[in-house]
């Protein structure tokens, strides 16, 4: 669209040069403008036929090169993944995992702050299945790449596929990353 108008453009400068010089030969500055356009847009079809085209290749082999992919790497199932922890003996889901971590983590808050005469704190969480989501009492989703905590409703969010990723060593967009 702007490559039209830029012909436009051009195409008026030789004749309003013309007209500015009493008009002389008005239409035959018009004929070789028209003809200048016509040169030019069809000078830009071949390119663009051209660029279709290799277009098309490289899309069909994209899809040859995912379809290949497909093929060679098993579907993932939508289930609680598997860790290995250390001091374990048998791999575990990652919710009972987190289960275990959070319990290990109330447990050392509860007793310091209980031997420090303040109150216990009353957290929850909520492991987020793969592929799941819930709104979180602070009116945000927690979803597949969620982890926080939310002091509306005392509760710590956690994906399980996130900490899977995590612990996989595989997670992306992580805070600071893009850093140096």
Known sequence: MRFRFAIAILATAPMA????????????ARD?????????????????EQ???RRKRFGERIGEVLDQLDKAFARPERTSPTVR?????EPTTIDAFLTDLLKDIDNYWTTTLRTNGLPEPHVRYFWVPPGGAVFAGCGVPAADRSAF??????????AQQFLADLHRG???GLPGESIG
């Open 170 to 172: 595989v997670a992306e």
């Open 85 to 89: 922890s250390r001091g374990r003996k």
């Open 149 to 158: 905590y939310c002091s509306a409703d005392d509760t710590i969010y956690v």
């Open 32 to 48: 070789r403008v028209d003809q200048t356009r016509k040169d030019i847009e069809h000078g830009l079809e071949r390119p663009q």
């Open 51 to 53: 660029f279709e085209a």
């Open 17 to 28: 040069a013309a007209a500015g010089c009493g008009g002389e030969n008005l239409q035959s």
